[in-house]
């Protein structure tokens, strides 16, 4: 079974400097997809980032990027240039090839970002 | 609003009674999930439809727990004899199949209480 943890339950930085989210994960699959995903509180959770596993280009998407490293089963976020809106969870999930059926997410238990002014 | 609606966005209820959620996923979707996420912990699968039929049930769904989509529309979440273990919030979200983008799309959940 896949799992996926996150180590870091809360993590805070100031506006404006960068901060990693940590995450890493456990398969025997040799394609599949990672995201990030952030919940602000009480809203719902959205997609930051996404990254399949057979590209080794490492994602970006404006201010966020990850470092994915795949022989060490590692799939980091880094927020750069931190805003007062970036306070949310960030949960790390992974799924299988969805070639393969089911597109269920696996999530790790999240981490709690706070942003600070 | 063209996103995933789930009604209500939160329930009271006593332990013992029967719970139904619905969750209206966006409409060119064909595919819906059904999500657990209890405090502290992230969202956890419950089941799954593609159009109308249930294609996948995670062994976290009892029997106390069903789930349909009867029309490969919107969907409901019936939990019978409501139990304090389940107080969570039950996320919803869509997605449409052979989009390569894989994009799941999130309600903002129903949060059940249950006492």
């Known amino acids: 079974a896949q799992t996926v943890t996150q180590s870091q339950p809360e993590m805070s930085v100031q506006e404006a400097e960068t901060v990693t989210l940590s995450c890493t994960y456990d398969?025997?699959?040799?394609?599949?997809?990672l995201f990030w995903y952030k919940q602000p509180p009480s809203r719902q959770m959205i997609l930051v980032i996404r990254?399949?596993?057979?590209?080794?280009q490492n994602a970006t998407e404006n201010r966020f990027s990850v470092n994915f490293q795949k022989a060490a089963k590692s799939f980091s976020l880094k927020i750069s240039d931190s805003q007062l809106g970036d306070t949310a969870m960030y949960f790390c999930?992974?799924?299988?090839?969805?070639?393969?059926?089911?597109?269920?997410?696996?999530f790790g238990k999240g981490t709690k970002l706070t942003v600070n002014p | 609003d063209t996103g995933v609606s789930q009604d209500p966005r939160h329930k009271i209820t006593k332990r013992g009674q029967n719970v139904t959620f619905r969750c209206d996923p966006i409409?060119?979707?064909?595919?819906l999930y059904w999500y657990r996420q209890t405090l502290g912990q992230g969202p956890e699968f419950l089941t799954y439809?593609?159009?109308?039929?249930?294609?996948?049930k995670s062994r976290l769904l009892s029997d106390r727990f069903s789930a349909e989509r009867p029309k490969g529309s919107f969907s409901t979440l019936e939990i019978q004899r409501t139990e304090q273990g389940d107080s969570a919030m039950y996320l919803c979200?869509?997605?449409?199949?052979?989009?390569?983008?894989?994009?799941?799309?999130f309600g903002q959940g129903t949060r059940l209480t249950v006492v």
């Open positions: 398969t025997s699959e040799s394609n599949y997809y």
């Open positions: 439809f593609q159009n109308e039929a249930q294609l996948e």
């Open positions: 409409s060119e979707h064909n595919r």
């Open positions: 990254q399949e596993a057979y590209k080794q």
């Open positions: 999930a992974f799924m299988t090839d969805p070639q393969g059926g089911s597109e269920k997410l696996v």
């Open positions: 979200a869509s997605s449409r199949y052979s989009d390569p983008k894989t994009e799941a799309f």
